[in-house]
């Protein structure tokens, strides 16, 4: 685990939020000498530094999240020199550290993750690749997991030829464990990107075949089927997609009645309205479309209301409203 990434990414969120590293310093009453040693890297953050900066742009305690503690670096290190002596507290280590950087994307900007989320994700990987022993297919499903979140990363960003790259990657280690939750959850990153390079057979494609993956979530398959609609309405086979709509209708009840997966923790039923309201817009029913995804929007929890992610769903709410 890098030590430096706290630094490149809290620099980076400041940046976006609009403070200088003197206007941060006087903020958070910090000495800035001691703050700009640590956003240089040349000093670790104490922990009542990450939530004074947590607080400061309103990201919720993920910045805290990902200051490594002194034990996850040793074991790292050891499992990194010593690969056929992985332990659980490492995996522990890494499926933390990966739920924090998900928690910085909901709060923060794409851009200000990617260099060290990739960083992660690459020695996960390198770690993985030479692990043996019991706990390595638990350390697959992890490394699975970053590489469909780099992916994610990359493809909000439009860096499409590597999100690709990656999310096929993301597939085969989740194949490799036998994750169906995972592999449905990347080839629904990829239904996304098909969504932004404005292409309704990717759409429908590849949201149908997550939707369809083995061990995928009752909340994962109503959520794809929706956004599967959406790309078949938009290629114009209306009544397929109105079967579709019918048959995630009758998932609702099954997907409600279940916690999400920890991997796709986003994946609520008010989220799921945002995807109702996706295909009602594919289907032109515009009206209806208006009132799921509003009703998507104020259903989701106070700090996902403005992340990144939500501007997709934001343009296609002011798209029907007009053509209501």
Do not use: C
């Not at 522990?92 to 260099?115: F, K, N």
């Not at 515009?286 to 992340?307: C, K, M, S, W």
Request: proline share 5%.
């Amino acid at each position: 685990m890098r030590d430096d990434d706290f630094a490149d990414i809290a620099r980076r969120a400041l940046r976006d939020g609009g403070y200088s590293m003197r206007a941060a310093a006087r903020a958070i009453n910090y000495d800035l000498a001691y703050l700009s040693r640590v956003l240089n890297g040349k000093q670790q953050p104490s922990p009542k530094l990450a939530r004074s900066l947590d607080d400061l742009l309103g990201t919720g305690g993920a910045l805290a999240l990902i200051v490594p503690e002194a034990d996850d670096r040793s074991r790292a290190t050891r499992s990194i020199a010593n690969p056929s002596r992985l332990d659980a507290g490492t995996v522990d280590a890494w499926a933390g550290l990966l739920a924090a950087y998900r928690r910085l994307d909901d709060v923060v900007r794409p851009q200000s993750v990617i260099p060290a989320a990739l960083a992660q994700m690459r020695e996960v990987v390198r770690l993985l690749r030479q692990a043996r022993g019991p706990h390595r297919d638990r350390l697959a499903g992890v490394a699975s997991e970053f590489v469909q979140f780099g992916g994610w990363l990359l493809a909000q960003e439009r860096r499409d030829g590597e999100a690709v790259q990656l999310l096929n990657e993301a597939v085969e280690l989740a194949d490799e464990v036998g994750n169906g939750t995972l592999a449905a959850q990347a080839l629904n990153f990829k239904g996304y990107l098909a969504r932004q390079q404005g292409r309704p057979q990717g759409i429908a494609r590849w949201f149908s075949a997550a939707a369809h993956t083995p061990g995928a979530h009752p909340a994962q398959r109503l959520g794809d089927m929706l956004q599967a609609a959406a790309g078949l309405a938009e290629l114009g086979a209306r009544d397929d997609a109105l079967r579709m709509v019918g048959t995630a209708e009758g998932l609702a009840d099954a997907a409600a009645a279940l916690p999400p997966p920890e991997t796709a923790y986003w994946l609520t039923p008010e989220f799921n309205r945002l995807n109702m309201g996706l295909a009602n817009l594919g289907l032109a029913r515009y009206a209806d479309a208006v009132e799921h995804i509003t009703a998507g929007l104020a259903g989701l929890p106070p700090e996902l209301r403005n992340a990144p992610w939500t501007w997709e769903h934001r343009d296609a709410l002011k798209k029907a409203a007009e053509a209501r």
